[in-house]
């Protein structure tokens, strides 16, 4: 029998899929034989086409051609000691946005031995998570990374001890490589928009500024006059008055500018997956 990395009572079992002695003897499964060329070339249409909604395409595409009752990719956010399931399909479906810890999970182990595993998780584990779920009975983790970030894509089977074959995980491995790919192209297009917005944001504030300047130094000037004048300085008031209102105007308009851009940042620290509940896997 193949080792496995069984941690007493976790409710989960692991083993380094590359190494396992049994999973190249499996059967293979009657999949279609081009699945990986048309799973890549539907995935590259809609990554041109649509880029936000090609991660919940690629689970999909992952349940489709692997025969997998659920398939999803977590995100590692070290910040939070988490991982979030940003795509999902299947089963688990309804447990989009849902986080699980980072040291007590499938998904952290895999990320630390850093090669794809085979996973098994049973009640013990879903009773920890506090949640409901249908026993992963054969489950492949596959490892993926960029310079930003790192995470898993996972594939799993309620049913069947054997529902994946090295073709399957061959298919696995080559979305995963296009998950990164997917979200190295989203981190950098929002890199790109705060460094435009940045800009704007720059360019706002200096011609603001020199609005400010002008009715200011106008008031600095109205108020000497009028301090060395004996004979219009109820004029000089008048004036003065004028600079201050033009003057007011202007900060006012920085105000406004400074609330738009705090409600901005507000709603783009928002969530986009709405359900914090954690999650099994």
Request: a negative charge; one cysteine or more; charged letters at 20%.
């Amino acid at each position: 029998m193949p080792a496995e990395n069984i941690q007493l009572d976790t409710g989960f079992i692991l083993r380094d899929l590359l190494t396992d002695s049994d999973f190249p003897q499996r059967a293979t499964k009657p999949r279609n034989s081009n699945r990986e060329s048309m799973a890549l070339r539907r995935l590259s249409r809609l990554f041109a086409e649509d880029p936000e909604s090609v991660l919940q395409e690629l689970v999909n595409t992952a349940v489709e051609f692997c025969g997998a009752e659920s398939a999803g990719i977590s995100l590692e956010e070290p910040e939070d000691g988490t991982f979030r399931w940003i795509a999902v399909a299947g089963s688990f479906a309804q447990y989009l946005g849902g986080r699980t810890p980072r040291h007590y999970s499938p998904c952290g182990t895999c990320l630390d031995a850093g090669q794809p595993q085979l996973y098994r998780v049973t009640k013990p584990y879903y009773d920890y998570l506090g949640v409901a779920a249908e026993p992963i009975i054969d489950g492949m983790l596959i490892p993926w990374s960029n310079e930003f970030m790192r995470g898993t894509l996972w594939a799993v089977s309620h049913a069947s001890a054997e529902a994946f074959s090295p073709e399957d995980y061959e298919l696995l491995n080559s979305l995963a490589d296009f998950t990164s790919i997917i979200l190295r192209h989203q981190h950098q297009a929002k890199l790109l928009r705060e460094n435009e917005r940045t800009k704007g944001i720059a360019e706002m504030a200096h011609k603001l500024a020199h609005h400010i300047n002008n009715p200011l130094q106008s008031l600095t000037n109205t108020i000497f006059l009028a301090r060395h004048s004996e004979n219009n300085a109820e004029g000089y008031l008048v004036q003065a008055e004028a600079d201050l209102q033009r003057l007011s105007q202007q900060v006012a308009k920085l105000l406004n500018l400074s609330g738009h851009l705090e409600a901005n940042d507000i709603a783009q620290d928002q969530p986009s997956l709405t359900d914090s509940k954690i999650t099994p896997g």
